[in-house]
């Protein structure tokens, strides 16, 4: 009841109790419990004895009924978990996957105390952020879903160009840079079984608001927000929209015309490529000039004596330090 007595505020500028009461079947005083819950949740409603209520502003808070408003798509974020706080929408994505949860379905909070990254790091996640996790049921194999992280971030990086007119470069495999600082990080995990891909978790950090010195300090210096190196206000809820439609083209491309596509685009926005890097994998660290994505999404670099060696996974670092 208390969606039914949003979108009425929305769809007119000014309503009376009256009208809204008789118009949604309940009293006046259950009018105003409603519009009292939605002032608690951020919504700016003033209120006139001659007029009624009018909604003056609406929150930048990831709430489910705002999500959906900005919804371009068909299938991605047409079921919404959305949180104050969360441990990890990625561990809550993983529980409701398990469980069953349809493809599309997203786990969203303005905060996490234990957000992760990859490679067993954790992602600071203070509020303003944007922090959410996809659930994807793809009928592909684990060999083809290979591709998924870098097809997220050509998703990434093209939704923030398209919102903020910034155009950010990708750092191998999913990090999504901006003047050379990470401004969003992509963390991709799955379950096969039988090698058929039973579901697939895209959780997407952006550093939205932060100012440089609410990020920690040990990433100040290489990474940076949307605040910093953008000029237009960035509405969270817009933005995931715009997110979660690039997704669902750039995956629906990937299930129908395979990887190829979208490794041209992400060659486009490489910032890794013709560098000279070092991948440190969990075994041994590789030393060379980054030359090529392959055909699943490996790194293709080219090592001493010229022999070309294909990277399927590991933390790149770029000659010099920094991202490049
Ligand atoms: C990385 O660059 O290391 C990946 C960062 C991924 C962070 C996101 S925030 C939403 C989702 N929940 C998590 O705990 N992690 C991912």
């Known amino acids: 009841m208390k969606d039914a007595v949003l979108k009425s505020l929305k769809q007119t500028r000014v309503v009376s109790g009256q009208a809204l009461a008789s118009e949604l079947g309940i009293s006046r005083t259950g009018v105003w419990k409603y519009v009292n819950q939605l002032r608690r949740e951020g919504y700016r409603i003033s209120s006139s004895p001659r007029l009624g209520y009018t909604l003056d502003s609406v929150p930048d808070s990831l709430l489910a009924a705002e999500i959906e408003e900005n919804l371009?798509?068909?299938?991605?974020?047409?079921?919404?978990?959305?949180?104050?706080?969360?441990?990890?929408?990625?561990?809550?994505?993983?529980?409701?996957?398990?469980?069953?949860?349809?493809?599309?379905?997203?786990?969203?909070?303005?905060?996490?105390?234990?957000?992760?990254?990859?490679?067993?790091?954790?992602?600071?996640?203070p509020p303003g952020g944007l922090y959410f996790s996809?659930?994807?049921?793809?009928?592909?194999?684990?060999?083809?879903?290979?591709?998924?992280?870098?097809?997220?971030?050509?998703?990434?990086?093209?939704?923030?160009h398209r919102y903020t007119a910034v155009a950010p470069?990708?750092?191998?495999?999913?990090?999504?840079?901006?003047?050379?600082?990470?401004?969003?990080?992509?963390?991709?995990?799955?379950?096969?079984?039988?090698?058929?891909?039973?579901?697939?978790?895209?959780?997407?950090?952006?550093?939205?608001?932060?100012a440089s010195v609410q990020l920690p300090p040990e990433i100040r210096r290489t990474s940076t927000s949307l605040a910093i190196e953008s000029t237009r206000t960035v509405q969270r809820t817009q933005l995931l929209g715009d997110i979660l439609y690039e997704l669902e083209e750039a995956l629906d491309m990937f299930q129908t015309q395979g990887f190829e596509?979208?490794?041209?685009?992400?060659?486009?926005?490489?910032?890794?490529?013709?560098?000279?890097?070092?991948?440190?994998?969990?075994?041994?660290?590789?030393?060379?000039?980054?030359?090529?994505?392959?055909s699943s999404g490996a790194l293709v670099m080219e090592c001493a004596g010229g022999i070309r060696q294909r990277v399927t996974s590991g933390d790149l670092f770029f000659k010099g330090g920094g991202h490049g």
């Open 72 to 125: 371009q798509t068909r299938i991605q974020g047409r079921k919404i978990i959305s949180c104050r706080e969360m441990q990890s929408t990625q561990d809550h994505a993983k529980k409701l996957a398990i469980q069953g949860s349809p493809e599309g379905t997203i786990v969203v909070a303005e905060t996490q105390s234990a957000g992760r990254g990859r490679l067993g790091r954790s992602w600071a996640s």
């Open 261 to 294: 596509p979208l490794r041209k685009q992400w060659k486009e926005k490489s910032h890794t490529l013709g560098k000279h890097v070092t991948v440190v994998g969990s075994r041994q660290s590789i030393e060379g000039k980054a030359v090529d994505i392959d």
């Open 169 to 210: 470069r990708l750092k191998w495999p999913n990090d999504v840079l901006i003047k050379k600082r990470k401004t969003a990080g992509i963390l991709v995990e799955m379950s096969a079984e039988m090698d058929r891909l039973d579901w697939v978790i895209i959780g997407i950090g952006v550093n939205v608001a932060a």
């Open 134 to 160: 996809l659930i994807l049921r793809p009928g592909i194999t684990l060999a083809g879903a290979a591709g998924i992280p870098l097809v997220a971030a050509v998703a990434l990086a093209r939704a923030i």
